[in-house]
């Protein structure tokens, strides 16, 4: 048992409530000590996003957290250099999905459809048409 807890304790009472202070216990002390509190910090970058563009987009925040003014011609330099790049590696990535389409059509579909935004919207539910 655990070293906190006193046998009379847990015995006393009914069956009910004695097995909900045992559930409560072993919960507490599994996730206290037996599960660890690790933050994930993995971010998965975009799939069509190459080195080069993620290299632009460093050195745009960098440029960002130096001059802390969008307006500032360096930030706004900085910003044409990383959306050039980004549309570059897009458009670069789409035509490899769009070349490989019979080699590799899951990928492909998998880009497509995660890329739509349009959902269906519910019409009306009766017709009010008259007649």
């Known amino acids: 048992m655990h070293k906190n807890i006193e046998q009379n304790k847990l ?3 009914t069956v009910n ?5 045992l559930k409560d216990i072993l919960l507490f002390t599994i996730q206290c000590k037996y599960v660890p509190l690790i933050k994930s910090n993995s971010k ?3 799939m069509w996003l190459t080195y080069k563009a993620l290299k ?3 050195c745009k925040h960098k440029v960002l957290k130096k001059y802390k003014d969008k307006n500032h011609h360096a930030c706004i330099r900085a910003s044409r250099i990383v959306s050039r790049e980004v549309k570059k590696a897009k458009i670069n990535f789409e035509r ?4 490989n389409i019979n ?3 899951k990928s492909f579909f998998d880009y497509v459809w995660g890329r739509s ?3 269906r919207k519910l019409g009306p539910l009766t017709d009010n048409v008259t007649t």
Not at 17 to 21: C, E, F, G, T, W
């Open 56 to 58: 632009c987009v460093q």
């Open 44 to 46: 998965r970058k975009k």
């Open 117 to 119: 935004c349009a959902t």
């Open 96 to 99: 490899k999905l769009a070349k």
């Open 103 to 105: 080699k590799n059509s």
């Open 11 to 13: 015995l006393n009472g």
């Open 17 to 21: 409530k004695n097995l909900d202070r």
